[in-house]
């Protein structure tokens, strides 16, 4: 139980695109998810923190106009990369506080490349 | 604001060895310590650890928390190539959101 759909799971996309990233709780309500994003042989850093129903609160340093969430409904957020720059060419995942995984489910995962 | 400090960065091993990876934190609201693996996609969940000096184990793995000196580590006895990894630590501090910070990981590798 507790599974976290992340789509799609890689995407290739040219300098100036946006590109979408969903995720959706399966079998729970996720009332609040996380994005985080990895660079090569770096740690999961904390983008954003979505809350159904209201603003997402960004971390220090990230272009809310640039990476746009939404969360709309109870089981599903997205992360919009809008503008696309070779340089945001990351790992992107989510996280939701869930009943299972000791508190947390993570979603698979989006390779987002730039060219 | 919360830190979370992992040592050694990257370790590379033969088979069979034992290996001990460390994590030290410096937060404003414990409430948990997680360890998870990570392969090519997404962490894969490993330990919680919420109090002190109680060994969490499974298998090959175990790990435990110092909430005193404000550390964890993760021991893996005869390792495997599976075992080649990132293994990240994370600390829970506390507040409404149940928001994670993560440690820069540490890359094990594990030679035949």
Not at chain 1, 86 to 101: G, H, L
Not at chain 2, 86 to 105: D, E, H, I
């Amino acid at each position: 139980g507790a599974v976290v759909s992340q789509h799609p799971s890689w995407v290739i996309c040219k300098s100036g695109t946006s590109v979408k990233i969903e995720c959706r709780s399966l079998d729970f309500q996720a009332t609040t998810m996380f994005w985080y994003r990895q660079f090569p042989k770096q740690s999961l850093m904390l983008m954003a923190t979505s809350n159904e129903g209201s603003k997402a609160t960004y971390e220090q340093g990230v272009e809310k106009d640039k990476f746009l969430i939404n969360h709309a409904s109870l089981t599903l957020s997205t992360l919009t990369v809008t503008s696309a720059h070779p340089e945001d060419s990351s790992f992107y995942i989510c996280s939701a506080p869930s009943w299972a995984n000791y508190g947390y489910t993570f979603g698979s995962g989006t390779r987002l490349t730039v060219v | 604001e919360d830190k979370v400090v992992q040592s050694p960065l990257s370790l590379v091993v033969h088979e069979g060895d034992t290996v001990t990876l460390n994590c030290s934190y410096e937060v404003t609201n414990f409430r948990s310590l997680l360890w998870y693996k990570q392969e090519k996609k997404a962490p894969t969940f490993l330990f919680m650890l919420t109090s002190s000096g109680i060994e969490k184990k499974s298998g090959r793995l175990s790990s435990i928390l110092d909430k005193k000196e404000l550390f964890s580590i993760l021991n893996i006895t005869a390792t495997q190539t599976g075992d080649s990894a990132v293994y990240l630590c994370a600390v829970n501090s506390g507040g409404s959101n149940y928001k994670l910070t993560f440690g820069k990981g540490t890359l094990l590798t594990v030679n035949p």
